[in-house]
């Protein structure tokens, strides 16, 4: 039976609302343009590329971290939340680039990373300085170690990027002391969130770029920031699963007291008008994600449900209902996303090889093929593209956000072949032999064929850009009505006048492997998973991803058609 479509208030025409359908654009300065040759991405070459995000149809910008850091996690390791890496440029280029992107009706989202600092960050500096129990190391956690002389760490307990999840330091008398904390990099010592001052100097950050121009935030692994550092831990393995646990009591993750933290920042937000935005990444059991989303806390967190989905048309059913009532339920709209800086491209994703316990074009997060030296020849990506470009296009149709990652709108691979002594990841170095790292999502763009970094600056690049990336630059794609880069204009354009209240309702499909739904105003999409075309229903076609020959969608392919009547 097919569901009728519901009537849910539309809420696309008001301004504080403009969060709930938008089209997000993840850029990654470092890696997006480079301005001063100097191979690495910067503020002013975000701000020469906004006519190119206004072509492109996007409705915000979400800028990983830009501030000083010493890159040893990419810019997630922050010394200092209230200014910009001089590499990237200065505070007054963020103006101008704000400025710029809101002229053209751009919202700008800033990336906010609350659970750890840097190493270099003042707080930290001054806490090596300070003695053991000083108010300057309560800012993060620090503890003695164990052993005879505290020469062990506290516990035996790991960190994400591998290794133990403790550093000794030496006290300012030059012995052997304590120990700190850090569940990422050892560059990245965690704070403690039970102290009022951290809390006091989170939201001065948020009130910070929010008066600076900033719409909201993206906030960094948001379900890690409350702690109970002395729990028994039943076995190391759950230490990392934060999906696992619904009831709030992990140790680490998604313990119930984070909420507090949002629910302070919500009040905060609510004093701009519109109110400040702000999506959650947090990668909890999905029954738990909508306390993120909440209207009282963060209002969106991201749904890596579909990232981690293979290409079927079951399992993208399911995810899609549960998301959608969830989202009606709490008030807060969905969010969908199949790439970012921290996983493989979904064009490699969908083209991987059989083999090594994955199924054929799962959307598995391909970190085997990377392990197993990311031979570019394993990949069929042709099919990878028309498999990322079928989803895409039936992720532009859902209600809710749809967040896209740079590089992406060109129907970019993941460039899995990086030497060593290129790699920059935390990932590879501390983790060598079990993960090969994020750097190959990570590679500079490329705006035209040639040039010594194919346009993306004048000198090079900081991590190596492969030939290939000359098919898929910018400027020529731009120049084909048949490219990726156009399809991805024509649907973010479409999606724009298509867009109505946020409600889908199912319709009968005659196939397994198709998915049929509309939205209001006839607007019908059907997306075939499986490799026989399908009879789409009667109407004009607004957009496929693939060509549509006698009323027939082919294989692997997404179409929009309007039906009137
Ligand atoms: C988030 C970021 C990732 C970073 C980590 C630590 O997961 O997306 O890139 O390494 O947090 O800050």
Known sequence: MSTPVESAPDTTAQDAHWWRQAAVYQIYPRSFSDSNGDGLGDLKGITSK????????VDAVWLSPFYPSAL???GYDVDDYRNVDPRLGTLEDFDEMAAALHAVGIKVIVDIVPNHTSNRHAWFQEALASPKGSAARRRYIFRDGLGENGELPPNEWTSIFGGPAWERVTEPDGTPGQWYFHLFAKEQPDLDWDNPEV????????????DRGADGFRVDVAHALKKDMDAEVESLELLHRADLFRNGEHPLWDRDEVHTIYAEWRRLFNEYNPPRTAVAEAWVHADRRARYASPEGLGQAFNFDLLKADFDAEQFRTIISKNLAEAAATGASSTWV???HDVVRHATRYGLPKGSGREEGAGADGKDWLLEGGDPAQVDAERGLRRAKAATLLMLALPGSAYLYQGEELGLQEVGQIADEDRQDPTFFRNKGVEVGRDGCRVPLPWEPQGSSFGFGSNGSHLPQPAWFADYAVSVQAADAGSTLSFYRRALKLRHELQAAEALG???????EVLHFVRPGGWHVVANFGTAPVVLPEGEVLLASAEVEGGKLPGEATAWVRVTG
């Open 50 to 57: 906004v006519q190119y995000l206004k072509d492109l149809g």
């Open 72 to 74: 040893a996690d990419g």
């Open 199 to 210: 809390h006091e100097d989170f939201l001065r950050t948020l009130r910070f770029w929010s």
């Open 338 to 340: 199949f790439s970012n």
């Open 506 to 512: 199912w319709q009968d499909s005659v196939d397994d």
